[in-house]
């Protein structure tokens, strides 16, 4: 079973560019996650989207960040424009069922703010 | 105050010695209890999970969860250079199902 593909794999841009990550899930996940997770951080949610809606983005910061996941399978997440404290790797997860053993994760997108 | 705290380390130890890493949290709603592994330039993989209290073992490695102490633990024995890592507690509230709360990650070293 191929795992979660992310990409670019890094990703180097000035402040107040923008830029946009790719996720594609593993085969049938209805559930799919985009983590942000800062050098020596945990990996922090930013969205959960159910199939192509949208259940948890409170930690979004939508003012310039945004995500969707059109036709419940591919997503992509934007940030537009970038400031260096967005500099990070962006992980993307799926998940076939609610529960602690479910997350699948893939390798990250290394985002460097110049 | 974060919901989990966990001591970032870096932790280094021999090959074949006994790891333990800890995290300790805040919030009592935490039911589901996990522990990750993350290598260099990868995402993070489960390694384990127990549910509330009690111990739970596969292979080297022992999770324990005292949830009167709110205090949980991963031991690794006879660890092995491969075992080299940043681990991650992590934890889930009953209710906000798969809702992922994350300690910041102890970087372990094994020295063959």
């Known amino acids: 079973e191929a795992g979660v593909a992310q990409s670019p794999r890094y990703k180097i841009i000035e402040k107040r560019q923008s830029v946009a990550f790719w996720c594609n899930p593993i085969s049938g996940h209805a559930t799919l996650y985009w983590y942000q997770q800062i050098l020596g951080q945990g990996p922090k949610l930013l969205i959960q989207f159910q199939n192509n809606g949208v259940v948890d983005d409170s930690q979004l910061p939508k003012d310039r960040f945004s995500a969707e996941r059109l036709k419940g399978v591919d997503s992509t997440l934007k940030i537009q424009p970038a400031k260096l404290e967005d500099s990070a790797v962006y992980l993307c997860?799926?998940?076939?069922?609610?529960?602690?053993?479910?997350?699948?994760f893939g390798p990250g997108t290394r985002l460097t703010v110049l | 105050q974060k919901e989990v705290e966990q001591d970032p380390g870096p932790l280094s130890v021999p090959e074949g010695a006994i790891v333990s890493l800890n995290c300790t949290y805040s919030?009592?709603?935490?039911?589901?209890f996990m522990w990750y592994r993350q290598y260099s330039r990868k995402g993070p993989e489960l390694l384990m999970y127990?549910?509330?209290?009690g111990n739970k073992e596969d292979g080297r490695f022992t999770a324990q969860v005292d949830k009167s102490s709110k205090y949980i633990s991963l031991f690794i024995r006879d660890s092995q250079p491969s075992d080299s890592a940043t681990y991650l507690c992590?934890?889930?509230?009953?209710?906000?199902?798969?809702?992922?709360?994350f300690g910041s990650g102890t970087r372990l070293s094994i020295r063959p």
């Open positions: 127990t549910y509330s209290s």
């Open positions: 992590a934890m889930i509230a009953y209710s906000s199902a798969s809702k992922i709360i």
């Open positions: 997860a799926s998940s076939s069922r609610t529960g602690p053993d479910t997350q699948y």
């Open positions: 919030n009592s709603a935490f039911q589901y």
